[in-house]
Structures are given as C-alpha cells and as structure tokens.
C-alpha cells in the first residue's frame, strides 16, 4: 500500500508564506508527476500545481509567480512554497501522485488526506 501524509498547513495573515509537505511512503517502485489540489468551502477541487519526475512544472493561473511547487525524488516528497497569500487562498490543499508499486505493471494516482491553509487576518 502506499501513502501520502501532507504537512505544514497552517493560519497565516495575507501577505505572508506557507510550506506545504507531501512525503509518499509504503510499496513504492517509482513516482511520476506529483501535483497538488485545493478545495474551498462549498466549492469544487481545483487544480494547484502539477510537476513531473524531471521537475518539468506548471501552475493553475490563479497561484502562478506567488506559488512554486517541486520535489526532492529521493525522498518522495513534494513541496508547495506559498508566498504572498490572499484569503481566497483559504482551502483544504490535497497532494496526488501517480505512483507504481513494487511488483505493479502501472501508474495508479494515490491522494493524501488534506491540510487546511486559513488565510485570515
């Protein structure tokens, strides 16, 4: 089985930073892209940022040059980095990974369980 344990969310007044930790662990073979989601009261989940095994990245408008997303592959874990945050970006931040299992023959996406991120002065 393989797990994902996100970390670091947190209270934070606008303006300020956050990191955000996702670390995969269990019957790992490999990862590719890891990605990171959003989901504010009332609303649906909405797409962060995605980045590939080689650190290839993109990032959903709405957090683009205040948001960066990367990963340490030797760690299986995946980071965001929020910078100048805004209360909209108040929301359970959800990481996914397509990972493949040891003995596995394909990719199969695993979810954390979530991290809340209030932004609220």
């Known amino acids: 089985q393989v797990q994902l344990v996100e970390s670091g969310g947190g209270l934070v007044q606008p303006g300020g930073s956050l990191r955000l930790s996702c670390a995969a662990s269990?019957?790992?073979?490999?990862?590719?892209?890891m990605r990171w989601f959003r989901q504010a009261p009332g609303k649906e989940r909405e797409f962060v940022a995605q980045?590939?095994?080689?650190?290839?990245?993109i990032h959903a408008g709405a957090v683009k040059g205040r948001f960066t997303i990367s990963r340490d592959n030797a760690r299986n874990t995946v980071y965001l980095q929020m910078n100048s945050l805004k209360p909209e970006d108040t929301a359970v931040y959800y990481c996914?990974?397509?990972?493949?299992?040891?003995?596995?023959?394909?990719?199969?996406?695993?979810w954390g369980q979530g991290t809340q991120v209030t932004v609220s002065s």
């Open positions: 996914n990974a397509d990972v493949k299992s040891t003995g596995g023959t394909d990719y199969r996406a695993y």
């Open positions: 269990g019957n790992i073979f490999s990862i590719n892209d």
């Open positions: 980045i590939s095994w080689s650190s290839g990245s």
